[in-house]
C-alpha cells in the first residue's frame, strides 16, 4: 500500500469502514483514468473478503451502439457471483426471471458489488448514468439499512443534481509529491535504474506527470530502455509545468508519448500479437495469450513477461488487462486492417466459445459473460455458423433480452450483430417477439435482400397476441415490396384477430388507405364505416371518421361525409382531440357552399 500514498490509504480507510457504517448504499469513486481507482477497489476487495463479506468485481462492458448495456453487465455479474457460491442471478437467467429485480434482493445481504469503467453507461459528455442499471441503482441508493454495498468506478466526473444526493461520492486524486516521488524512486530502485534520474529532477517529473500512479509507472518503464535525455528530449515541451495547470488531458497526452515511443521498440512480431490482444475488450486470462502461441510456451511466458515488464500490461490474480491506450492504438490499427481485423476477433473467440463446445451444456446462466463476449468477437469475426451454435444454446436469455419494445441501436456494427444473432437463432420460426424484432432490425438497416427477409419475419411475428405494430410493419414492407393486395389482407387478418381495445383503428386506417390506393374507394369507406360501429368511441375514433368523410367527399358524397363527421363529434368525448375532425368536417362543408354552417361549427369547436 505504500505504493498508492496518503490520500489513497485515506479513502481505502473510508471505503473499507466508515461507508459500510453508513446508510448510504451505493458509493462512486471518480477520478480521472490511471489515477488508482481500480487497485484501491481491488485492495477493498481484500479487506472485506477477510471480514467474511462476499465481494464481486465486474467491468462494464462497452456500449458498442448499444446504448443501454445493463443486459450484458447483469450477465457477467451472474457468472461471477456464481463464481462467489451465489447462484440467484444464474438461476435468474435460467428461469427468466427480472435479473434486476433479483440484484435488489442479493444487496440485502453483506456483499461487496463493484463495478469498474462505470463511466460506460453515461451517454457521452454526461456524468449521470443512463439505462436500466441507472434506475436500479436509484432504487438501492434509497434504500436505507441494507447489509450489502455497491461501488461505482468512473473516470469521467459525476454530475451533481438531486439525483445523486442518495449517493455517496469520493474522488481520487494524483498522489501528492512525496508519495509520488516515492513510488518512482521505489520503481526505479526495482530496475536498477536509479541512477538514471538525477534526484533534482524527480519533483518536477511527477508534477509533470500530475502525480498519476499509472503514468509514473510507464515513465519508469521506458527508462529501462532509454535515458532520460532520450524519453523527455523528442517532446521537452511536454515536460514543462511552469505556468501551466496540468490536468487530466495533458497528463493523457504524455502517457500517449510514453507509450508509443515504447511500442515503438517492439519487434513487428511482438507489436502484431499486441494488436491481436486488443481485440478484447475487457480482462481475459492467460489461455487468451496463449492462443497466440499453439505450441511455443516459451514465446509465450517471454511475450506475457514482456508485456508487464513495460507496463503495456497488468495482472492482476489470474486476469490480465492491457493499458487502455496500448489497447486503443492495437484496437484504431486493427479496424484500418479489414483481414486483420476478422482474424484477431477469430482468435479472441476461441477464448470463450470453449465454454460451448460440450455435446450438452447445463447451467447456462452460470456462463453468461463468456456469451456476451463470445457473441461480440463472432460477430465482428463473421462466424455466423458457430454463432448459432452458442445462440440456440443461450436461447433463454436471448427471449428475456429482446422484446415487442425494444429499441433499435443506432450503432451499425450492433445492428450487424443483432441481426446475426438473432437470424442465427430463428433460421426456423421461433418466438413471435424475435421475429418481430429481427424484422424490424433488417427493416432498419436495408442492406442486400434485408426487406425481403424482414417480410418473413414480420409474417411470422403475427398471431392473436401480437401488437398492432406487428401488423402494420408487414403490410408496410409488403406495400414497399410492390404487393399492395398482400398486405391488405394482412391488415385485414389483424382486424379480425385483435380486440378493438387494442389499437385497432390503426389497422382500419392503413387497410382503408391501401384500398383507396388501389382504387377500392367504396371498399375503404365500407371498411371504415365498419370499424366507426365496432370500436368505442373512447378509443381514438376521431381518425376514422375524418379519413372516411375524405374518402365519401372524393367519391362524391359530401352530403353524406358531412353527416358523418358531424355524427363523430356529438359522439366522441371532447377530449380525444377532435380538433382534426372539426377543421375536417368545416372544410368539406365550406367545399359544399354551407360557409355560414362551417363558421358556426368552427367557433363551436
Not at 388507405?513 to 365498419?530: C, H
Amino acid at each position: 500500500m505504500s505504493l498508492i500514498g496518503r490520500k489513497h490509504n485515506s479513502e481505502l480507510e473510508w471505503l473499507s469502514t466508515t461507508w459500510f457504517e453508513l446508510n448510504t448504499p451505493v458509493a462512486f469513486l471518480e477520478g480521472f483514468p490511471g489515477t488508482g481507482k481500480t487497485t484501491l477497489a481491488r485492495e477493498l476487495y481484500a479487506r472485506v473478503e477477510s471480514k467474511g463479506i462476499t465481494p464481486v468485481m465486474v467491468e462494464v462492458p462497452e456500449s458498442e451502439g448499444y446504448g443501454d448495456v445493463t443486459n450484458d453487465l447483469l450477465l457477467d455479474l451472474a457468472m461471477e457471483l456464481n463464481f462467489q457460491g451465489r447462484s440467484e442471478l444464474a438461476d435468474a437467467v435460467e428461469d427468466n426471471k427480472p435479473l434486476e429485480q433479483v440484484l435488489e434482493q442479493i444487496i440485502k445481504d453483506p456483499i461487496l458489488i463493484i463495478f469498474d469503467e462505470f463511466q460506460r453507461t453515461m451517454p457521452r459528455d454526461s456524468g449521470r448514468p443512463a439505462g436500466g442499471m441507472a434506475k436500479t441503482l436509484s432504487r438501492i441508493a434509497r434504500r436505507p439499512n441494507l447489509k450489502g454495498r455497491i461501488l461505482l468506478l468512473s473516470n469521467r466526473i459525476v454530475e451533481r443534481a438531486r439525483w445523486s444526493d442518495a449517493y455517496a461520492i469520493r474522488n481520487v486524486e494524483g498522489m501528492e509529491t512525496n508519495d509520488a516521488v516515492l513510488l518512482l524512486t521505489q520503481l526505479l530502485e526495482s530496475s536498477n535504474r536509479l541512477e538514471e534520474v538525477p534526484q533534482e529532477r524527480f519533483s518536477d517529473i511527477v508534477t509533470s506527470l500530475g502525480g498519476n500512479p499509472r503514468a509514473i509507472k510507464l515513465f519508469a518503464a521506458a527508462l529501462k530502455y532509454d535515458s532520460i535525455d532520450e524519453v523527455i528530449g523528442e517532446r521537452p515541451e511536454l515536460w514543462q509545468t511552469e505556468q501551466r495547470h496540468v490536468d487530466a488531458d495533458f497528463v493523457q497526452q504524455l502517457e500517449r508519448n510514453l507509450l508509443e515511443r515504447t511500442l515503438d521498440q517492439l519487434t513487428d512480431i511482438e507489436r502484431h500479437k499486441l494488436n491481436q490482444l486488443s481485440a478484447f475488450r475487457r480482462s481475459f486470462r492467460r489461455q487468451a495469450i496463449q492462443i497466440l502461441f499453439p505450441e511455443d510456451k516459451a514465446a509465450f511466458a517471454t511475450f506475457r513477461r514482456m508485456l508487464i515488464d513495460r507496463f503495456l500490461m497488468e495482472q492482476h490474480k489470474a486476469w490480465f488487462n492491457l493499458h487502455p491506450i496500448a489497447r486503443e492504438i492495437g484496437a484504431n490499427y486493427l479496424r484500418q486492417t479489414p483481414d486483420l481485423f476478422k482474424q484477431a476477433h477469430n482468435i479472441a473467440s476461441r477464448h470463450y466459445t470453449r465454454h460451448f463446445t460440450a455435446q450438452q451444456i447445463v447451467g447456462m446462466g452460470k456462463l453468461g459473460g463468456y456469451f456476451v463476449e463470445a457473441r461480440y468477437h463472432l460477430t465482428h469475426a463473421q462466424q455466423e455458423d458457430e454463432l448459432q451454435n452458442i445462440a440456440i444454446r443461450f436461447e433463454k436469455y436471448i427471449k428475456s433480452t429482446f422484446g415487442f419494445h425494444t429499441s433499435i441501436p443506432s450503432e451499425p456494427r450492433v445492428l450487424d450483430e443483432q441481426i446475426a444473432l438473432l437470424s442465427a437463432l430463428l433460421e426456423k420460426p421461433g418466438v413471435k417477439r424475435l421475429e418481430y424484432y429481427l424484422a424490424r432490425l433488417l427493416n432498419e438497416r436495408r442492406v442486400r435482400n434485408d426487406l425481403s427477409r424482414a417480410v418473413v419475419h414480420a409474417r411470422r411475428a403475427l398471431g392473436v397476441n401480437a401488437p398492432t405494430a406487428c401488423w402494420l410493419l408487414c403490410a408496410s414492407l409488403l406495400h414497399e415490396k410492390k404487393r399492395p393486395w398482400d398486405a391488405i389482407k394482412v391488415l385485414e387478418n389483424g382486424i379480425e384477430k385483435i380486440s378493438p381495445d387494442k389499437n385497432l383503428h390503426a389497422l382500419y386506417v392503413a387497410c382503408a388507405r391501401l384500398k383507396s390506393n388501389v382504387g377500392r374507394i367504396e371498399d375503404a369507406i365500407s371498411l371504415l364505416k365498419t370499424g366507426v360501429e365496432r370500436i368505442p368511441v373512447e378509443k381514438n375514433c376521431v381518425e376514422l371518421y375524418q379519413l372516411c368523410g375524405e374518402l365519401m367527399a372524393k367519391n362524391g358524397q359530401v352530403d353524406d361525409a358531412i353527416d358523418l363527421q358531424k355524427e363523430g363529434i356529438s359522439r366522441i368525448p371532447p377530449e380525444r382531440n377532435l380538433v382534426m375532425l372539426y377543421q375536417s368536417c368545416g372544410e368539406l362543408m365550406m367545399q359544399n357552399g354551407q360557409i355560414d354552417d362551417a363558421i358556426d361549427l368552427l367557433k363551436e369547436g
